[in-house]
């Protein structure tokens, strides 16, 4: 073989390798009571060649411990402040000074932002005219915004939206259209994306579709070769992704946007909470939506032409994300609370397991649990209101815990209000119902957490945290003493 033969056929195998990488990112939300600290996510990160992160809000201590990594970073700004973005080009130029201008200037320490994604998912059927009219508005102040700060060739914005912004009828993706009181503002939208180059973000989940819609399978959601495939005038659909998928496709062509660069903005799969949300199915569907992307096949109405990245939904779970939609959207982690891989997919660290935080700092190994000796009649009154505050969803049909019959669940119910509180005494009460042990009551793969040390969250850390305040309070008096 030619020597530049050789080079060229070198050269693509090389770009289609770190083409293959880079397509896949992870969502990193932070919804905890104790978050694992955000040096700790990034070795995270880069243990497992990680090469893109989509945040959902623009956490300054976040994006600190992101400079440097070579990671491509989206930053979310909530769905609480497009009103105001939309109606003052200057909360939109603050919003871009405090929050981007900074990591782009010399010393700003090099964070990769690539998108600033405007709202999440401000469209959602659910929120009605909450946010829909404002979302043009914040999407244009924000992108002149970036125009006055140079920085509109770097950070691109986009809008990630559900995948409820498009229907069809009887499930077929060629009758794809966007839902009629959105077709205006979509596209306003799709024009501005279109404009300045910006792809669409879309949230595809299909765990919920199958939830949501009795004619459809397990086996066709976890992209099983054997399941039920369905045709739709002359193609074949062989899974509820490419599915959902081209139906935006559809969507798009049917108002003008055949072109449209699409990137899945979330795509996971929940672990606990729920019937059919578990560890191993979650690995199952996700090693065959990543087998399905490294294909490269793409979806019958893009054919070859896969989603061009994809960020996995979520990273981590997170115990304080609302459970409106469900008691498993405390479960959505590839990883555990603490940063443990709950099952092996490739996320860009190949044939390797996935590696998992290491040297985590936990409170002490203590557990709140039922004192069995005490008068149990007012049991009821004092779970319902720990559940209310704390995390029981692991008790819900098909959850990890279900199997605890009474009295179990009550220690687990006790514990998990007894963890959010950082294991305060006062936080085991319960009518006197509660007792503090050392032995683990954890059972089977119902796991019984102890939460994550934090730096307020112990009273010896809250002592130390007295003697920093001190030792700065000094340190700058010595600095102002030497100055004057
Ligand atoms: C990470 O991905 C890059 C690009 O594909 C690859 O060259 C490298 O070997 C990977 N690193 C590890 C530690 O797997
Ligand atoms: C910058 O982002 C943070 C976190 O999302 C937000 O709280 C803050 O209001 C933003 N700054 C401005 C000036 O909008
Ligand atoms: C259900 O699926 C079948 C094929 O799998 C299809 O013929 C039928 O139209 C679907 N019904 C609805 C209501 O989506
Ligand atoms: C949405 O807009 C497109 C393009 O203007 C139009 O063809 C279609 O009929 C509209 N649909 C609805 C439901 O208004
Ligand atoms: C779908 O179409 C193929 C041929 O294109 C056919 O072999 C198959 O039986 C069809 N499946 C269904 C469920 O109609
Ligand atoms: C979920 O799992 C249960 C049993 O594990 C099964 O009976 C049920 O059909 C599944 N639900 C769906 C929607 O597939
Ligand atoms: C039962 O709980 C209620 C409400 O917390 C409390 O007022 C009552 O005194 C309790 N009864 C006993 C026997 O502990
Ligand atoms: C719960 O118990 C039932 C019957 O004993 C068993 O089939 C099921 O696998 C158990 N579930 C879990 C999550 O342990
Ligand atoms: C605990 O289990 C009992 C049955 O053993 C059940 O009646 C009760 O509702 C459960 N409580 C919770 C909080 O899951």
Redesign the pocket.
Known sequence: MALKQFLVLAFLAVSSLTSRVRAIGVNWGTSASHPLPPSKVVELLKANNISKVKLFDADPLVLQSLSGSRIDVTVGIPNSMLRSLSSSKKVAESWVHDNLTRYFSNGGGGVRIEYIAVGDEPFLQSYGEQFKPFVTGAVSNIQTALIGAKLSNKVKVVVPCNSDAYQSV??LPSKGHFRPDLNKTMIQLLTFLSKHHSPFFVNIYPFLILHQ?K?TSLDFALFKPTA?S?NDSHKTYKNSFDTSYDTLVTALSGVGFPDMEIVVGQIGWPTDGAMNASSSIAETFMKGLVGHLHSKLGTPLRSRKPPTETYIFSLLDEDQRSITAGNFEKHWGVFTFDGQAKYNVDLGQGLRKLANVQNVEYLPSRWCVLNNNKDLSNVTANVLEACSLADCTALSPGGSCFNLSWPGNVSYAFNSFFQEHDQRADSCEFGGLGLITTVDPSIGNCRFAVELRTSLSTSLHGSLLVWWMLLITITTSVCFLGFT
């Open positions: 009887s499930g819609n004619n039920h369905r």
